[in-house]
Nanobody
C-alpha cells in the first residue's frame, strides 16, 4: 500500500503561480508513473500531467506551456509547478501513482486550488 500526501494548494489570483508537492510513503519513482489529476465541481477527473519512471513527461493541452511536472529523487517528492493560472484551473488536484503492468493506482487525498480575484 502506497500513501500519497499532497500539499501546496491555495487561493491565487489569475495570472499567479503555485507549486504543488506530492510525497509518497516509499521510494516508488523507479516503479510507478506519477501523475497529477484534477477534478472541478460537476466535472470528471482529468489528467493534468504525468511523468514516467523513465522521466518522460506528458501534459494535457490545457497545461502545456504553463505547468511543469518534475520529481526530486533525493527528496522523494513530485512537483507540479503552475504558472499563469486561470479561473478554469480551479479544482481539487490529486497525486496519482500508477503501475501499468500491475494495474494498480494509488491516490492522494487531494489539495484545493482556487484561482479567483
Amino acid at each position: 500500500q502506497v500513501q500519497l500526501v499532497e500539499s501546496g494548494g491555495g487561493l491565487v489570483q489569475p495570472g499567479g503561480s503555485l507549486r504543488l508537492s506530492c510525497v509518497p510513503s516509499g521510494r516508488i519513482f523507479s516503479l510507478y508513473t506519477m501523475g497529477w489529476y484534477r477534478q472541478a465541481p460537476g466535472k470528471q477527473r482529468e489528467l493534468v500531467a504525468a511523468i514516467t519512471n523513465g522521466g518522460t513527461t506528458n501534459y494535457a493541452d490545457s497545461a502545456k506551456g504553463r505547468f511543469t511536472i518534475s520529481r526530486d529523487n533525493v527528496k522523494n517528492t513530485m512537483y507540479l509547478q503552475m504558472y499563469s493560472l486561470k479561473p478554469e484551473d480551479t479544482a481539487v488536484y490529486y497525486c496519482n501513482a500508477h503501475a501499468p503492468l500491475l494495474g494498480i493506482d494509488y491516490w492522494g487525498q487531494g489539495t484545493q486550488v482556487t484561482v479567483s480575484s
